[in-house]
């Protein structure tokens, strides 16, 4: 089982991106969430964790 680097679920489906694992349902939500969104700023911090995660990495 692999966790999402976005919101911690324990999820078989998703994609791997560099260092980090993202489950189907955060991949739809960032998909369908428009700048307007309440959700919006909460998703880009998220992606931007994961982007600083692996850039640590390198």
């Known amino acids: 089982m692999k966790i999402c680097s976005l919101c911690n679920a324990h999820d078989q489906k998703g994609i791997n991106i ?3 694992f993202l489950c189907d349902n955060c991949l739809e939500r960032i998909s369908k969430t428009g700048v307007d969104d309440p959700d919006y700023d909460k998703i880009v911090d998220g992606i931007k964790k994961v982007w600083q995660t692996n ?3 390198k």
């Open 18 to 20: 560099l260092q980090s």
């Open 55 to 57: 850039e640590s990495v």
